[in-house]
C-alpha cells in the first residue's frame, strides 16, 4: 500500500510528501489547481521554473493568509520564511517571518531529515511537490494541513519556494484530496 493512501505518517514529524512533474494538468490538483494554473503560465520551454519576480502578489489573493514565500539559503541548505501567512502563523502557533524551517518547533533537527530533505531535493531537480500532516511538533496535533509547493528560480537551484496551504480533515489523505493528482512519494534517505 502506497504511503500516501495510509493513515501512516511517512515520516518522524507527522508529514507525506509527494512530488509531481512540471507539467502536470493543474486539474489533477484540485483546491490547488488554479494556483499550480497561474505558476504554470509564468513558465515557458526556456525556462521550466518561474522566477519569483513573475508573480505578483495579487497572484495569490484566493490564499491570503495561507501562503508562506520562502528564501533559499546555501552553505548549508535552508530554507528561511520571508513572508508566513496570518492563518498559518494561527494554525501553527508562531509566526515564522524571518526564521528558518523547523527554527520554532519542538524538535527542530526532525525537520532537517524530513522537510529540508524534500526541499533539497527540489533544488536537484524541481518538481510540483505536495505536503500535508499535523501540527503536532508545533503543540497542535489537532490540526491537519495540506500544501503545494510551487519552486522558484533566479537562475542555478532553487531561489525561492511558494507554498499554500489549506486546513483538512484528519482522515483525509494525500489521495483524497488530489484523487487524480500524478503522486510519487517522496521519502527522506534514512542517515
Known sequence: MSLLTEQVPATEVDWSYAT???DADPASFGPFAALVATW???????RPVPRRADFDFEDFAAWFGRVFIA??????????FALWGTQLAEWWGVDYTGKRLGEASLAPHLWESTELAYFAA???APFLGIASGYLSLH???FIK????DLPCTEGAGLSHVISAHLRIDPDLT???LLPGCPL???VPASG
Open 145 to 148: 494541513v495540506a500544501a503545494v
Open 184 to 186: 510519487t512519494p517522496f
Open 139 to 141: 503543540g497542535r496535533s
Open 174 to 176: 494525500l489521495r483524497d
Open 20 to 22: 509531481c512533474p512540471l
Open 40 to 46: 504554470q503560465s509564468r513558465t515557458s520551454r526556456q
Open 122 to 124: 527540489m533544488d536537484r
Open 71 to 80: 528564501k533559499v539559503e546555501r552553505e548549508p541548505f535552508a530554507l528561511r
